[in-house]
């Protein structure tokens, strides 16, 4: 069990983060990452502030900014990002995961716990303020957790985010993604906000932490049952997941899961843990021993590299529409009942009817696609790639707005999210809409610089304006990214080189054209 010291406070320290610093910084993620940051949100920006500007020895939020601004400051907005995503996270922020806890998890560890007489322990690592540790503790009362069964340990590196935590007071617009049933059975209202109640608070633990610390002495090996570390990873370098991901595996027991966000993925990171679905969503687990018990269910092999595809000219490497020019596919009018799902869909999950549009695209029927996957984000709006997929869909049928609305609504759900930037950069693409694809462009790669992908569409963008040198600048450094796995993104486009080793052919081809040209 952890006990790791409490970080010095920096709200404790005399940090001078005016209303200015905190319009010019909201001015320069929308600039940067297209992050909208509304005045309401401002409350998470100081608290990131608050946690960057010490180690940089400034005091100064406009000073902060500046630095920013700066060329070498790219690294250190990096390292802000999940910071100022703090403001992001809600009570049961992915309901397939949650579900999944629900129905499946919780009730297997409480099991578990109770036939050995011990207690279930659960890590939410990069708890920021809260939603995700109590949203656990919440679902452990559900189940049945009686005190002391279950206990929740929160941590993050954000002490202003622990503190806030600790209290558990959210404030009313904090509430989204929590149901009226759980708020009257687990809050207190008064005019300060609702308030966890008690019951609930006592079973988490908040402390301060590190997960990019190269140990954690105080984690006992073989000790959590589940870990959670979602939307955590996203900006940090691969050999930080690397070791992160051996500390996680260490310690899980045997059997022991971990959730990662949305777009994280272990691919081509650590092959320790086995990959599984459950209820609709992706799970890791720390195998069971060789001879032990119970078996674990096979493998679900994660996203296969396809094989390295011959170098093809540009204009195969997009799909082409349908039709050209003015095309629009007829659309059910806005106040259609949503289509029924067909008797085939009642019993599938969620992944299996994404897969089953993945085919129709592949096929080449998009408008069978495109119903399917209307169907299938009616029935679950959270579902991101099927929103993505359905936003491709829309885009390759000359639907744009439909198309945009989809990745609006993507990104109002996970506004980092790199696959909607990519997907718009391409849309525009299509579209002629150049100097948007371009800034689409940018921003995912500001968030991923390693994407691959991201650099040879660029590429493709400099190309079409005419701007050789820039071209062959992005080709080489989609060239160069091979060195970096690429984790499939969330969402289907068809005919993208997905590989790098396949990116990287298509670069090297282009390459050679225009150094000829
Ligand atoms: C986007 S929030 C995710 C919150 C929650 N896990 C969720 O998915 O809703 C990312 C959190 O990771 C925390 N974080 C970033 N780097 C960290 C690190 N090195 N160690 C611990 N926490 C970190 C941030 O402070 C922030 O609270």
Not at 11 to 17: C, E, R, Y
Not at 92 to 110: K, N, S, V
Not at 449 to 475: D, F, I, M, N, W
Request: net charge neutral; with cysteine.
């Amino acid at each position: 069990m952890s006990h790791a010291p409490q970080p010095p406070n920096p709200a404790d320290s005399p940090l001078q983060i005016d209303r200015t610093a905190l319009e010019q910084l909201a001015a320069l993620l929308l600039e940067k990452v297209g992050l909208k940051i509304t005045p309401d949100g401002y409350y998470g920006l100081r608290l990131a502030m608050q946690a960057r500007m010490p180690a940089l020895g400034l005091s100064d939020g406009q000073d902060y900014v500046r630095r920013l601004r700066q060329l070498a400051g790219e690294a250190e907005l990096r390292g802000l990002l999940p910071l100022v995503t703090v403001g992001k996270t809600e009570f049961f922020r992915d309901t397939r995961q949650f579900r999944a806890i629900e129905h499946t998890l919780m009730p297997q560890m409480l099991a578990r716990a109770r036939r050995a007489s011990r207690h279930v322990e659960i890590w939410s690592a990069g708890c920021a303020t809260g939603e995700e540790p109590y949203s656990l503790g919440m679902v452990a009362v559900e189940a049945g957790a009686l005190g002391g069964e279950v206990d929740v340990w929160a941590t993050d590196l954000n002490p202003a985010a622990v503190e806030f935590a600790r209290v558990g007071l959210y404030p009313v617009r904090r509430m989204i993604g929590i149901s009226e049933e759980r708020i009257a059975r687990f809050f207190t209202f008064s005019d300060a906000g609702y308030q966890v109640l008690p019951a609930v608070r006592e079973m988490v633990r908040f402390e301060g932490h590190n997960l990019a610390a190269p140990v954690f002495p105080h984690v006992l090996p073989g000790s959590k049952d589940l870990i959670l570390c979602r939307n955590v990873i996203i900006y940090f370098d691969q050999p930080t997941i690397r070791g992160l991901m051996d500390r996680f595996f260490d310690a899980l027991r045997p059997g022991g899961v971990l959730l990662l966000g949305y777009s994280e993925s272990l691919f081509r990171i650590s092959s320790k843990f086995e990959m599984f679905e459950i209820d609709g969503t992706f799970a890791y687990r720390r195998p069971w021993p060789q001879d032990g018990t119970p078996t674990a269910p096979p493998p679900r092999p994660s996203a296969p590299a396809p094989a390295p595809s011959a170098p093809r000219p540009l204009q195969h490497v997009l799909p082409r529409r349908p039709t050209t020019g003015t095309f629009r596919f007829p659309l059910p009018p806005p106040s259609a009942p949503p289509a029924k799902p067909r008797p085939s869909e009642v019993h599938r999950s969620p992944v299996e009817r994404l897969d089953d549009v993945v085919r129709l695209i592949e096929k080449g029927d998009f408008p069978q696609a495109m119903l399917a996957a209307h169907r299938l984000t009616d029935d679950h709006p959270e579902d991101l790639a099927a929103l993505l997929t359905l936003g491709n869909v829309h885009a390759l049928m000359g639907n744009a707005d439909e198309a945009r609305d989809c990745f609006a609504k993507a990104l109002r759900a996970e506004p980092l999210c790199v696959e909607a930037r990519i997907y718009v950069g391409l849309a525009c693409l299509q579209e002629g809409k150049l100097e948007e694809a371009k800034s689409e462009l940018q921003k995912a790669l500001f968030l991923e610089p390693t994407l691959s992908l991201g650099h040879y569409l660029l590429a493709q963008v400099h190309e079409k304006r005419g701007e050789k040198e820039a071209a062959l600048r992005c080709y080489r450094n989609a060239v160069q990214q091979r060195r970096y796995s690429q984790r499939a993104l969330l969402g289907h486009y068809p005919e993208l080189p997905g590989s790098s080793d396949a990116i990287a052919q298509a670069a090297q081809y282009r390459l050679a054209a225009l150094s000829e040209s």
